[in-house]
């Protein structure tokens, strides 16, 4: 797959966002050969395994303008860049617990003039401030993670869906979802998006009441 099959999902795209996609394969590439981010033999598969899998996200809630979303876990920025340059008037914060992943999502930010993303080195645990939204993919089991972010769910809404968390699994989630089987939403990727590789994919929504 490349680029264009994102086109093809996501046909309202600018010229810019069409450019800032376009020009993640090269970034990527060049940075991934830097400091490992993405696993060797999956850097071809950018655009199907990263790109297009992070806009799930997109697929499920569309972030209206004004929307902060904190990303833990980013690595090298995934979900949070092409989610960032999807809704380019809402505010993304990536962070992450190792400081070169960090770096590599700054400078791919920073080269394709995302101006709605900071990044920063740092633990969920330790981040204090307050957002719309956290999304996160393959960081951790979602009983910690709701554990680590409800401290950072903002009281006020500004979207239909309620505040919350929004994670990219796959697998078996029965165990780790059971503590939320009566308020958690999933969503099969493969119900809009048709490469095989999406099968047993899911986008998994909580809405999380804020601590007092
Ligand atoms: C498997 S990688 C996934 C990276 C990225 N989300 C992706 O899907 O490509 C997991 C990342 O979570 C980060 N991480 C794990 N625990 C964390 C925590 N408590 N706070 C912030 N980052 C954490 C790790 O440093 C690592 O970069």
Same mark, same amino acid.
């Given at each position: 797959?490349?680029?264009?099959?994102? %086109?093809?999902?996501?046909?309202?795209? *600018?010229? #810019?966002? $069409?450019?800032?996609?376009?020009?993640?394969? +090269?970034?990527?590439?060049?940075?991934?050969? $830097?400091?490992?981010? =993405?696993?060797? !033999?999956?850097?071809?598969?950018?655009?199907?395994?990263?790109?297009?899998?992070?806009?799930?996200?997109?697929?499920?809630?569309?972030?209206?303008? /004004?929307? *902060? =979303?904190?990303?833990?876990?980013?690595?090298?920025?995934?979900?949070?860049?092409?989610?960032?340059?999807? %809704?380019?008037?809402?505010?993304? #914060?990536?962070?992450?617990?190792?400081?070169?992943?960090?770096?590599?999502? *700054? @400078? &791919?930010?920073?080269?394709?003039?995302?101006?709605?993303? @900071? +990044?920063?080195?740092?633990?969920? @645990? @330790?981040?204090?401030?307050?957002?719309?939204?956290?999304?996160?993919? +393959? &960081?951790?089991p979602m009983p910690?993670?709701v554990?680590? &972010?409800?401290?950072?769910?903002?009281?006020?809404?500004?979207?239909?869906?309620?505040? /919350?968390? =929004?994670v990219?699994k /796959?697998g078996t989630l029965e165990d780790e979802l059971r503590p939320y089987a009566k308020i958690v939403e999933r *969503?099969?990727?493969?119900?809009?998006?048709?490469?095989?590789? %999406?099968?047993?994919?899911q &986008?998994i929504y909580l809405? =999380?009441?804020?601590? !007092?």
């Open positions: 797959m490349d680029k264009l099959d994102i %086109f093809n999902y996501f046909p309202d795209l *600018t010229p #810019r966002q $069409k450019e800032q996609f376009g020009a993640l394969d +090269a970034l990527y590439h060049e940075w991934n050969a $830097k400091i490992n981010v =993405i696993s060797r !033999k999956d850097i071809d598969n950018l655009y199907l395994h990263h790109v297009l899998h992070s806009l799930a996200i997109a697929k499920v809630v569309s972030f209206r303008p /004004g929307t *902060t =979303i904190l990303d833990i876990g980013t690595g090298g920025g995934f979900p949070g860049i092409p989610l960032a340059i999807m %809704f380019p008037e809402c505010r993304f #914060r990536l962070i992450d617990s190792i400081g070169k992943k960090v770096r590599v999502a *700054t @400078e &791919v930010a920073h080269a394709i003039g995302l101006d709605n993303t @900071e +990044a920063f080195h740092r633990r969920g @645990e @330790e981040e204090k401030d307050k957002f719309d939204f956290v999304v996160s993919r +393959a &960081v951790m910690d993670l554990k680590i &972010v409800r401290k950072n769910i903002s009281k006020s809404q500004h979207n239909a869906l309620p505040n /919350g968390l =929004i990219l /796959g *969503t099969d990727i493969s119900s809009f998006f048709s490469d095989e590789w %999406f099968q047993g994919k &986008v809405p =999380i009441t804020p601590n !007092k």
